[in-house]
């Protein structure tokens, strides 16, 4: 079978509900890990540093990008965003799937480097349930919630570059859903071609 760890990128638009969805899947899962990104933005209340993000200034931020250190880094909503590259790295070739909860541009630049990933996006049943959820949070400020509505309708663009799309509406539903598109992505036949290809070489020299 496949020793290296699946790589999935999970997107979607803020507020759609991946956290929501994801916490789930990641404790009926202990072979997948999210991977932290680092961040610039500041901390809402409740997250905590090394968990929820690394949070780090501008300038470590810019230190990390020439150096290579992230697999991908993207600018959403004034801040910076990125992936630290060795840790996945690290998680992958241990045999543990690595999911990246990443926004679009950081996606399309996993989808240059890392062909073999699984592309999965989260939509919203409507975007007026949408903004209701985004306000529902609590966490950001009207005006924040008008730019990340804003920002929903750039990424629903990109909806198309995915491998699998689930409509976030009964939270039920879509986290089976989630399961079934995780565990369809196992059985990719690219996945699977070294195990037949060994197999029949074992018989052969029997
Ligand atoms: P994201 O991680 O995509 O930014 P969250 O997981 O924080 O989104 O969810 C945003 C809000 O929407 C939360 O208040 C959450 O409880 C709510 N929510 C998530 N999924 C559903 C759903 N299927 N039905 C109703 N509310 C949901
Ligand atoms: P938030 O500020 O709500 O936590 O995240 C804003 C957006 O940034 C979300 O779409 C989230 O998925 C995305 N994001 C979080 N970490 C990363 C990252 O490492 N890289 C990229 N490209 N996007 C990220």
Request: aromatic share 8%.
């Amino acid at each position: 079978m496949s020793e290296r760890g699946t790589l999935i990128v999970y997107s979607g638009p803020s507020g759609v509900g991946k956290g929501t969805l994801l916490q789930p899947y990641l404790s009926r899962h202990p072979e997948a890990c999210l991977s932290v990104s680092v961040t610039t933005r500041a901390p809402r209340p409740g997250e905590v540093d090394g968990v929820h993000y690394w949070f780090i200034t501008e300038e470590r931020f810019a230190q990390l990008v020439d150096s290579d250190g992230l697999l991908e880094h993207a600018c959403y909503s004034a801040h910076s965003y990125g992936t630290p590259r060795a840790q996945v790295e690290e998680q992958l070739a241990q045999g543990r799937d690595v999911i990246l909860e990443i926004e679009v541009q950081g996606a399309m630049q996993i989808k240059r480097s890392f062909p073999d990933a699984v592309f999965v996006f989260i939509l919203p049943p409507s975007l007026e349930e949408l903004r209701r959820r985004l306000s529902g949070r609590g966490t950001e400020p009207p005006q924040v919630v008008e730019d990340r509505l804003a920002a929903a309708l750039r990424e629903l663009g990109f909806a198309k570059e995915y491998d699998y799309l689930i409509v976030n509406d009964d939270l039920e539903r879509a986290g089976s859903r989630l399961e079934a598109v995780i565990a369809a992505s196992k059985c990719r036949t690219a996945n699977l071609l070294d195990y037949v290809e060994r197999m029949v070489n074992c018989h052969e020299h029997a």
